[in-house]
């Protein structure tokens, strides 16, 4: 049984599929929450379960700073994944 969007709650199919934040996301849901910018599993900010881009210290500067630490955590499950 395929996952559902965190985004849009549609089926997303293996071909589609981003899963990360604990989540599954279709590649063209996965974009920055603030700015709407697509995402990928090399660019995105993981904060609160939710993508933010690269240029979240604009985007929203009051989320950024505490952003770091966790950004850091999803990108060490990301690899574990691979394996
Ligand atoms: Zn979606
Ligand atoms: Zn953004």
């Not at 590649?27 to 881009?53: D, I, Q, R, S, T």
């Not at 505490?66 to 850091?72: G, H, K």
Request: glycine share 4%; aromatic share 10%.
């Amino acid at each position: 049984m395929n996952p559902q969007c965190a985004r849009c709650g549609k089926v997303v199919y293996p071909t589609e599929k981003v899963n990360c934040l604990d989540k599954y996301w279709h590649k063209g849901c996965f974009h920055c929450e603030v700015c709407k910018m697509a995402l990928n599993m090399n660019n995105y900010k993981g904060y609160e379960k939710k993508p933010y881009c690269n240029a979240m210290e604009q985007c929203s500067p009051a989320v950024f700073r505490s952003l770091q630490m966790e950004y850091s955590m999803c990108i060490q499950v990301a690899e574990d994944e691979d394996i």
